[in-house]
């Protein structure tokens, strides 16, 4: 059973991304992956979006990489987007552009997805439940009623990601999704999961030349529409 009702408190961290059968190490060398692919974008002849793109991959390849050496799957939905699956805590785990707000902890005050999501993130995170009530809905319903499709019976876990160019950081966080805005945003979380301190970079790293970082990270059936 995954309980995750004390989320967030301090020292908490591995043990609740333990539950999900994520190692906190694995985290980290993905964002530092998503860096490094990113610096390799020429900051002068690249298109804009770019340096996002380059990121986005990264670190979906190196998560795909290093959770497949620990026994879980990977699959790519509607051919477009990558979850991967973790078939012993029935986690599913996608990763995605989030705000400002995304890795820190200020009372209330909720991260957003950056960009807003399609039908099919709406429709997966329409399936969530409360980690509360995965033991309970497990001997009933949870599993009896869902579609059989290759997500039946999981919960979907966003990996929020935002690079901080004045802070010159990457913040980030694991977050169990409860429900998206009208607009598409997911604004709105069961639990989340968050490091200690961010991902740290060196200032020469992290230059692109005035453009957002942000740009362009996320997967390809995310598109902008107007601001929050």
Not at 21 to 45: D, F
Not at 107 to 126: C, D, F, I, M, N
Request: with cysteine; charged share 25%.
């Amino acid at each position: 059973m995954i309980n995750l009702e004390a989320v967030g408190e301090p020292g908490g961290y591995a043990a609740d991304l333990a539950q999900l059968g994520v190692r906190g190490e694995t985290l980290r060398q993905a964002i530092g992956a998503s860096n490094t692919e990113r610096a390799l974008c020429s900051k002068k002849h690249a298109a804009p979006i770019a340096p996002g793109i380059y990121a986005y991959n990264g670190l979906v390849t190196s998560l795909s990489a290093q959770l497949g050496d620990e026994g879980w799957d990977r699959v790519n939905l509607a051919g477009v987007l990558p979850i991967m699956l973790n078939p012993s805590t029935r986690v599913a785990l996608g990763v995605t552009s989030g705000n400002y707000l995304t890795g820190l902890r200020k009372g209330r005050l909720q991260p957003s997805s950056r960009y807003p999501k399609g039908e099919l993130t709406r429709k997966l995170v329409g399936r969530n439940v409360s980690p509360s009530q995965i033991e309970f809905l497990a001997r009933s319903a949870f599993m009896a009623d869902e579609p059989k499709d290759e997500l039946a019976g999981y919960n979907l876990w966003l990996v929020l990601v935002y690079f901080d160019q004045d802070k010159k950081e990457i913040r980030y966080e694991v977050s169990l999704p409860e429900r998206l805005s009208a607009k598409g945003y997911v604004k709105d979380w069961y639990a989340r999961i968050t490091p200690p301190e961010p991902y740290s970079v060196a200032a020469d790293d992290f230059e692109i030349d005035g453009d957002d970082p942000n740009d362009g990270f996320g997967p390809p059936d995310v598109v902008a529409v107007e601001p929050l």
